[in-house]
Nanobody, 115 residues
């Protein structure tokens, strides 16, 4: 069982930045994929970014070049640094862990981009 707790969401103006954190229980160095998804009102949950245990990273086209995912195995933490935020980035952001046996989600943190 992996527990995931997100933090760092909030209200930011267009062009601003936010840093989301996902604290995981247990040793995340053994988790093949740690990632972030988001869900805007009326939309399905969509992929944002993921960090593989081999060091590779992957991003959605909509956030490529603006968002950066990083994994701190010593702190069992996954960070999503979000820069140049725009109105379309408004959503609830969820941390996700994909192990060999199962899939886990955090409770989500709200990100609102508004002027």
């Amino acid at each position: 069982q992996v527990r995931l707790v997100e933090s760092g969401g909030g209200l930011v103006q267009p062009g601003g930045s936010l840093r989301l954190s996902c604290a995981a229980s247990g040793d995340i160095s053994r988790i093949p994929i740690m990632g972030w998804y988001r869900q805007a009102p009326g939309n399905q949950r969509e992929f944002v970014a993921r960090s593989m245990s081999n060091g590779n990273m992957d991003y959605a086209d909509s956030v490529e070049g603006r968002f950066t995912i990083s994994r701190n195995n010593a702190k069992n933490e996954v960070i999503l640094q979000m820069n140049s935020l725009n109105l379309e980035d408004t959503a609830v952001y969820y941390c996700h862990a994909h192990t060999f046996a199962d899939s886990y989600w955090g409770q989500g943190t709200q990100v609102t981009v508004s002027s």
